[in-house]
Structures are given as C-alpha cells and as structure tokens.
C-alpha cells in the first residue's frame, strides 16, 4: 500500500466543507480560491504532542517519516547498514538554492532539517485543533507538508504563514506557496486576509504553477 493511499485513510472523515479533493493537474490559483478565509484562532491548547509522536512510520516501511524525506530530497546519499537510515549526502536546499552537505552525527546534521511547509503551530490555529489525532499525525507526516532545508532558514521562518515569511530565494516562492495552498486544502486549514493575499500576489506571476502532489 502506497504512503498517499495509506494518508488517504487516515484522512477519511476529515471536515467535507473545508477540505479539498486535489485533482491532478490543477493550478495553485484555482485551489486558492476554494480556501476559507478567517481570522487565526486561539493557540490555546497546542503543542507537538498534538500532531502525534515525531516522525511516525506511518507507511510502516520500516523507516521514520525524517529517512524517508532526507531520502527523497538528498542526493549522493549514503546509508548505514540496513538501507533506512541516511548517514550522509547532499541537499540542494530549495530555500536558498545552496548546496549543503549532510553528515549524520558530525554538526552538519543540524545544517539540514526537515521543515513543515505549512507548520504545526499555524495549522493548529488555523483549523486543525478541529481534527482528530491521527488526521493531525497523517499531516505531520505528510511528504506534501515536509521538505528537506538549510536548518538557519528552517529556524528562522519557525511557525510563520506566507504573510511574515517567504524564502530568500524569489524564483522559489511559487513553488513554495503552491505547496502551502495544497497542503491547506487537503486538510482543510484555513488561512488569513493577509496571508492570502500575499499568496494570491505571487501566484498571479505564475498562473499555471501546478499544486504539487508529494
């Protein structure tokens, strides 16, 4: 069973009037207009512990959500013995377009982290204290909310939405936000006046940015 079927079940019974079918080959603006618009909600009652244990095998491969990201987005990857775990490689770091190399254990490790593109504190506030643990684990663990990043970057952006952070580097930030708007819709997490709008600017140079699928 595929990772996209299993998250798939683990959705089923998620809000029908927010969340949205992603259909294949639609555009990040097209999307974007069926996400709610509403103010953020309370932080009352939030906390890691509520998108369930870090880095869940959710697809029951064996390997953490963490291997299975750094596995996809690095490259020249080298593993430890048994083929799960990534001890070194290279990550072309989407954000700033730099290369950074990965060592496991030796400092580097920290340079790369794995960034929830839409992050858990904004989700929470924006819908997803509505869903049920194991939807809100389903999207921690989602490969369409997780991208493998320069860590400073990661850390500086922390829990920010479009509206107080984009990446520094330009020509990615339709990629980025398109994610964003997936990611949003799937689960149906709404977003604010500013962010939206923000959203919506960026899409508009780029009209045909298809919502990425994982």
Same mark, same amino acid.
């Given at each position: 069973m %595929?990772? %996209?079927?299993?998250? *798939?079940?683990?959705?089923? %019974? /998620? =809000? /029908?009037?927010? *969340?949205?079918?992603?259909k294949r080959e639609a555009t990040a603006i097209k999307v974007l207009g069926q996400i709610s618009v509403k103010g953020r909600a309370p932080k009352t009652g939030y906390s890691r512990a509520q998108f369930g244990a870090a880095w869940t095998d959710v697809d029951h491969n064996g390997c953490d959500t963490r291997n299975d990201i750094l596995t996809r987005d690095l490259v020249s990857k080298v593993y430890r013995s048994g083929g799960c775990i990534v001890a070194s490689g290279i990550l072309h770091d989407p954000y700033s377009g730099t290369d950074i190399s990965f060592t496991r254990g030796a400092g580097t490790s920290l340079a790369v982290q794995i960034d929830h593109v839409v992050a858990l504190s904004d989700a929470w506030q @924006? %819908? *997803?204290? @509505?869903?049920?643990?194991?939807?809100?684990? *389903?999207? /921690?663990?989602?490969?369409l909310n997780l991208l493998a990043v320069m860590g400073r970057l990661n850390s500086q952006k922390s829990d920010s939405d479009a509206a107080s952070w984009? =990446? =520094?580097? @330009?020509s990615y930030r339709c990629k980025y936000v398109a994610r964003q708007v997936a990611v949003k819709a799937k689960y149906g997490i709404w977003m604010t006046s500013a962010e939206k709008t923000v959203i919506t600017g960026i899409l508009s140079k780029c009209p045909g940015e298809l919502v990425p699928k994982g």
């Open positions: %595929g990772l %996209g079927l299993i998250l *798939a079940l683990l959705l089923t %019974g /998620a =809000p /029908a009037s927010t *969340a949205v079918v992603l @924006k %819908g *997803a204290f @509505k869903l049920t643990l194991t939807q809100r684990t *389903a999207f /921690a663990n989602d490969p984009l =990446p =520094p580097l @330009k």
